[in-house]
């Protein structure tokens, strides 16, 4: 009985109730659509990573995972690698930052394509000029590309040769000494991919080149790389993330409060004549409690339904620059969530209600 | 049924010291329709809340089926509210986002009472709202709306049934199809009921009135 007065309430007053779940929902949508932002971005770095084809990647010296300096590898180690045991083939790469999170590549095409067994090309071909670009398919599509027309890029104007299949090395790929002479690097890059003729051997041989390159560089193994890209793994996304659950948090706590203290005033008779039937003070915290954690509820609905417009709308948009995913994984933690600012939220309104005087609470209009 | 002796209230407003009850006796018998009437500020409605539980006496003894409301705590209060007395207040006073039959439903869901008594369907009969059950407060007219409210009141069978100004937002006909209502209430089932008004004809219904002057009773 008690969980139908709490459905027909917040029937009876249905724009209230959508509006606070709405809002409620749509702070479920940012924590969401963050986290799937968050982790579609680690994935997609870490699938590109493993689409090189590479077993260890050498970097400079003293770098994290996920620093890329362009040009700090002087090109000679390229050589000087592929002499050592159980190295099959090594490809320098140069990286150059060209919008916030979009790099372009420079890298030995034909010697790359041997080392992962070529790119899936969905338009084009290869480049056959020093101005050839590759670009992917999200790239691409983001932009409008057509195969064999020109693209500015760091105020160069390269000739679109190819639209490749995305998740290898990077979105833009461009010849290596064409991004060495424009970007000022010659003979430099940015990083060294090795492919072993033994994969079994990584470890051994990670420890092989970590001596032979002394401290100029640093091999990691593909397999370490990848596991690298998590969130738990940068502090400064973790922290980010936890300000914006926290303000959701809050956001819901406000709303709920608002929602229920004005609830509360609105419906004091309602409350006297509850008390008048012998309803005790825990029975209307109750009542409060369950409407909140309705509207709680709700707006987790509204918020996942809202996260996947958002997904559609950021990858049929900007999918080259943004990659979002679905992250069911994070739903129960989003309805705590909602659940901790409702709960937050009813609780001054809902001992108001049960401290309310029977009799004053009767006489209210 | 119910004893009164010595009642009395009294209220601090501000630095005031209001004594709307000033020794209050008063007795009614089992299966009794008593009307209280008196003007404004007489302590009517004051005797009534004691009487319902809703507030505590000052002083004095108050008894209602042999319980003593003197010493009683605010959940001891609660669960006289929700299994002695029943309420028919001047309002209605039921909730409107539930249809008549909940707000029925509710007073039993509240005292946590599973089964209706076994003559309830005449009751509803009698009173005329058998089918209007699934209609909410708005759609229904101010009378049904007080014949739905003595339902409820009526639905946990309580020792009293109390009503203050039953029919004081109702026009003559619907006036009088619910005093003649409690009226039959207190013939064929014995209700106990006490019923608040300032009409002198509508306490003509009753068997016996009591007039409250001053915060004092008077036969």
Request: hydrophobic share 45%; proline share 4%; net charge neutral.
């Amino acid at each position: 009985m008690l969980n139908r007065l709490v459905i027909e309430n917040l029937k009876y007053r249905w724009v209230r109730t959508f509006l606070s779940a709405l809002v409620v929902g749509v702070q479920i949508m940012l924590v969401l659509t963050l986290i799937g932002l968050s982790k579609g971005l680690l994935e997609e770095s870490a699938n590109r990573a493993r689409g090189t084809g590479a077993d260890i990647f050498l970097k400079p010296g003293k770098q994290g995972t996920f620093s890329f300096s362009t040009g700090q590898v002087d090109e000679k180690f390229v050589p000087f690698i592929e002499k050592q045991p159980n190295v099959q083939q090594a490809v320098g790469v140069l990286i150059q930052n060209v919008e916030l999170i979009t790099s372009i590549n420079g890298v030995d095409i034909p010697a790359f394509a041997r080392l992962n067994g070529g790119f899936h090309y969905i338009a084009g071909g290869p480049p056959k000029e020093p101005d050839g670009l590759l670009v992917d398919e999200y790239y691409a599509r983001q932009n409008h590309l057509k195969v064999g027309q020109d693209v500015t890029i760091l105020k160069h104007v390269w000739h679109l040769a190819g639209v490749i299949q995305g998740g290898v090395l990077a979105r833009l790929i461009v010849p290596l000494s064409t991004l060495q002479s424009l970007t000022g690097n010659a003979g430099k890059v940015s990083q060294i991919l090795v492919k072993l003729n033994d994969p079994s051997k990584t470890a051994q041989s990670v420890k092989q080149l970590d001596a032979v390159c002394q401290d100029q560089l640093q091999a990691i193994a593909i397999e370490d790389v990848i596991s690298q890209f998590s969130i738990d793994n940068i502090p400064q996304l973790k922290i980010f993330i936890n300000v914006v659950t926290f303000m959701t948090i809050m956001v819901g706590f406000l709303v709920v409060f608002l929602s229920m203290y004005t609830a509360v005033v609105e419906r004091t008779r309602e409350i006297g004549i509850l008390k008048a039937l012998g309803a005790k003070p825990m029975k209307i915290m109750d009542l409060l409690m369950r409407e909140a954690i309705v509207l709680a509820m709700l707006g987790w609905m509204i918020g996942i339904g809202l996260a996947f417009v958002a997904k559609l709308v950021i990858m049929s948009t900007i999918p080259a620059s943004l990659t979002v995913i679905d992250v069911p994984d994070w739903w129960p933690k989003a309805a705590l969530i909602a659940l901790s600012g409702a709960i937050l939220g009813a609780i001054y309104p809902g001992l108001r209600a049960a401290r309310q005087d029977a009799i004053e609470a009767l006489s209210y209009e | 049924m119910i004893q009164v002796r010595g009642l009395r209230k009294t209220f601090q407003v501000g630095e005031v010291t209001v004594e709307a009850l000033r020794g209050v006796d008063l007795d009614v018998a089992h299966g009794e329709f008593l009307a209280v009437v008196g003007p404004s500020g007489s302590g009517k409605s004051t005797l009534f809340n004691i009487l319902g539980g809703l507030a505590a006496p000052t002083s004095g003894e108050v008894l209602i089926d042999g319980v003593n409301l003197r010493h009683m705590t605010e959940s001891q209060r609660t669960e006289l509210r929700q299994r002695k007395v029943g309420f028919v207040f001047q309002k209605y006073n039921l909730l409107p986002t539930l249809s008549a039959a909940d707000n029925i439903n509710l007073a039993q869901d509240l005292a946590s009472i599973k089964t209706r008594p076994a003559d309830f369907d005449q009751t509803l009969e009698l009173l005329g709202i058998k089918n209007r059950m699934h209609h909410k407060p708005r759609a229904l007219s101010g009378g049904e709306q007080q014949r739905v409210a003595i339902a409820r009141a009526l639905v946990n069978q309580p020792a009293l049934l109390l009503a203050d100004e039953p029919t004081g937002n109702l026009d003559t006909a619907n006036s009088n199809a619910v005093l003649d209502i409690l009226r039959s209430l207190n013939k064929r089932i014995g209700q106990t009921i006490l019923m608040i008004t300032h009409n002198p004809e509508a306490a003509a219904f009753a068997d016996r009135t009591v007039t409250m002057r001053d915060g004092q009773a008077h036969a």
